[in-house]
């Protein structure tokens, strides 16, 4: 149920919808499949959650790695530098 909001207005529904490339669509479904996803919503969901965890590491000035299990070295760093 919403209510309406100060203003008089109804407050924004909290809800996202977009249209998906068929490459896209195709990726999703690929990403499920590979994981214990849940959904298109879930593997969504993770990203936004990753994504959160890259901007605090961006503002502690921390990179986020890939490293093989036995390395000590990294076998990938990952940066949002260019989305910040």
Same mark, same amino acid.
């Given at each position: 149920?919403?209510?309406? /909001? ?10 996202? /919808?977009?249209?998906? !490339?068929?490459? =896209? =669509? /195709? ?7 590979? !994981? ?16 959160? &965890?890259?901007?605090? =590491? ?5 990179? &986020?790695? &890939? ?18």
């Amino acid at each position: 149920m919403h209510t309406m /909001s100060e203003n008089g207005q109804q407050p924004p529904d909290d809800s996202v /919808s977009f249209k998906l !490339t068929p490459e =896209a =669509a /195709s990726e999703l479904d690929a990403i499920v499949r590979d !994981t214990k996803l849940k959904d298109r919503r879930d593997v969504l969901r993770k990203a936004f959650s990753i994504l959160r &965890i890259h901007i605090q =590491a961006h503002r502690e000035g921390k990179k &986020i790695i &890939i490293m093989k299990p036995d390395s000590k070295e990294p076998s990938q760093i990952i940066t949002i530098d260019h989305l910040m």
